[in-house]
């Protein structure tokens, strides 16, 4: 978008996304003393069931608080169009998560650095996990003590979460008493990003140690439609808020944390991104750049899930006095079901000998779902449920804008199960489960197994399953990938390749998936891109 600039608001920085990334980059910068305006798309996080952690099953679909995105409907899926949330408040998706604290695995960040991302090592990552995190656990020398994120281990553990660590233990998975220590391999019990007895979104957390800074501006409500360029200089942002069209503009840059999905629709929108592309939708080019919105990545799962009996499941906790004696509980002690994430306990591990690092996890819920709609509905009967996701993927897809209108949604094509690598991985992953379900802590209180049934024995059975009822566990990431590469939109220090005064900071810059979930990786990048911009000016 060309720029005429009569800009309403003017800022030292302004950010477009107040979500995992958005709020992290923004509170850090405002603490330089420089001018920050942070642009969100949703309103305030005032939803009561945003911050009562087991509240999360209602933020799922919410028609206000989620993007609510649809991916196209592909073979992978055997042509099922699947749901994908996104967080559209403060906190973004931080907002409406599982709370699943998982750092990932060195490998991981070494391999970046493999590919050219100097300066992302594990070690070089390390100091950014640390300072981000408060947490009393593990050993002094990974783990943060006083960093603004506060994570906890669980407040309540039900018996079938101990019976399912026991269980691995069994099938020969090694006890692990901290997944985000020196080591990711083995079974243990999750963390969560919790405060108390309440979701610790990066709203909750940096922003609101943040908020009282008259040199940060939050200003919600506010979706970013374009970027504001002078030749391959970006200069602000168009926004509109309600019916009114606003511009802000930026002395020293603009930092684009809308997440894998927004990211790289808002710089094809304002004609950054592959030139084919963009005149195909009748978007005049800025900048050609052909890696934005391909290099689609997202972890693509199936489920195990069993009938339980002599146990407590949360399906019985979900209802009748039983929920009415949980809300008392909450209220009082902080404690019980509604102080639940999602997964209890993991296990790392591998699809084949000989592999360097973990390419599977196996999370454990002590509760079973209609898998074709998640979270939303739990079964009437006691249930238990493990899912299995292969953390490496290959296969990969693309996020593309349909059309120039940066109010439309773009055609989301993760190509899932694209590579047959995939399938082995899931495949195996299914055996592991199956072990550890068969084994004798787990055997005793199992009736039978409900999905994928008996049935589902060969590779081409359990493909066909996946197929049918797999589904995403939330972590797209790698649209606006960082690296060297031709393939490549940031350089290393989050800088577009090409353009002056533009960042992308958040999920979208992975330029591989984490073994794991994403929202801690996501804020550490957040961590380090506000000292390599606190840096760069500095210069
Ligand atoms: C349902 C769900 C469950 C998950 N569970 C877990 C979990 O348990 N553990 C874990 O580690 N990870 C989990 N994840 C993944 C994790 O939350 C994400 O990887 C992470 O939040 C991504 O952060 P981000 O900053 O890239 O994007 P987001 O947090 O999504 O932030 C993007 C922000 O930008 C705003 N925005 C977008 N476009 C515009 C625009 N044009 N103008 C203004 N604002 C805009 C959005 O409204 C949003 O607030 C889950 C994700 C979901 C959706």
């Known amino acids: 978008m060309a720029t005429n600039l009569s800009a309403d608001l003017n800022a030292d920085y302004v950010v477009v996304g107040a979500g995992s990334a958005g709020c992290v980059v923004a509170s850090r910068l405002a603490e330089t003393g420089a001018s920050v305006v942070l642009l969100e798309a949703g309103g305030p996080d005032r939803h009561p069931m945003i911050h009562i952690p087991a509240g999360m099953r209602s933020l799922l679909r919410h028609p206000r608080l989620n993007w609510n995105y649809h991916s196209e409907p592909e073979p992978g899926t055997a042509n099922r169009p699947l749901h994908w949330p996104r967080g559209k408040v403060l906190g973004g998706s931080s907002s409406i998560n599982g709370m699943l604290y998982v750092r990932g695995n060195a490998a991981d960040y070494d391999g970046w650095a493999q590919l050219g991302c100097r300066g992302w090592t594990y070690d070089e990552v ?77 709203a909750r957390t940096y922003l609101a140690e943040a908020r009282h800074r008259p040199n940060l501006r939050v200003v919600t409500d506010a979706m970013a439609t374009g970027l504001l360029t002078e030749g391959k200089r970006c200069t602000g942002v168009a926004f509109r808020q309600g019916e009114a069209a606003r511009t802000v503009k930026a002395n020293r840059e603009v930092i684009v944390s809308g997440g894998t999905i927004n990211s790289p629709h808002l710089l094809h929108v304002s004609g950054i991104g592959p030139a084919e592309h963009l005149k195909s939708i009748g978007v005049p080019v800025v900048h050609d750049l052909a890696g934005v919105g391909r290099n689609l990545i997202d972890h693509y799962v199936v489920r195990v899930v069993h009938r339980v009996r002599d146990r407590i499941s949360i399906n019985q906790l979900a209802r009748g006095f039983r929920l009415a004696r949980e809300v008392v509980r909450f209220a009082v002690t902080g404690r019980g079901a509604l102080t639940f994430g999602v997964t209890t306990a993991q296990v790392f591990t591998m699809s084949r000998e000989g592999l360097a690092s973990p390419d599977l996890q196996l999370l454990f819920t002590p509760a079973s779902y209609d898998p074709t709609r998640m979270l939303s509905i739990l079964d009437k009967e006691p249930g238990m449920t493990a899912v299995v996701c292969p953390v490496r993927p290959s296969s990969r897809g693309t996020i593309m804008a349909a059309s120039p209108d940066p109010l439309a949604p773009p055609a989301i094509r993760p190509n899932y199960l694209s590579a ?42 359990v493909e066909a399953y996946a197929r049918r009822e797999g589904t995403t566990l939330y972590h797209p990431v790698g649209t606006c990938k960082m690296g060297v590469d031709p393939m490549a939109v940031v350089d290393p220090r989050l800088r577009v390749h090409g353009m002056a005064g533009l960042r992308v900071v958040d999920a979208s810059v992975m330029p591989t998936l984490t073994t794991g979930n994403t929202n801690v990786p996501t804020i550490m990048i957040a961590e380090k891109a506000a000292q390599m911009i606190r840096e760069d000016w500095a210069a």
């Open 126 to 202: 390390l100091p950014f996990f640390m300072q981000s995190e408060s947490y009393t656990g593990g050993d002094d020398r990974v783990r943060g003590r006083s960093g603004p994120l506060k994570v906890e281990d669980y407040r309540t553990v039900l018996p079938l979460t101990h019976n399912f660590v026991e269980a691995a233990q069994q099938a020969g998975f090694p006890f692990n008493p901290d997944l985000n220590g020196a080591a990711q391999d083995g079974v243990g019990y999750s963390q969560m990003t919790r405060r108390g007895r309440l979701r610790g979104s990066t």
């Open 420 to 461: 047959s690598d995939d399938i082995r991985v899931l495949a195996a992953g299914l055996r592991h489960v199956r072990r550890i379900f068969a084994a004798p802590a787990l055997a005793e209180v199992s009736v039978a197994e409900l999905r994928p049934g008996p049935d589902i024995e060969s590779d081409a059975s």
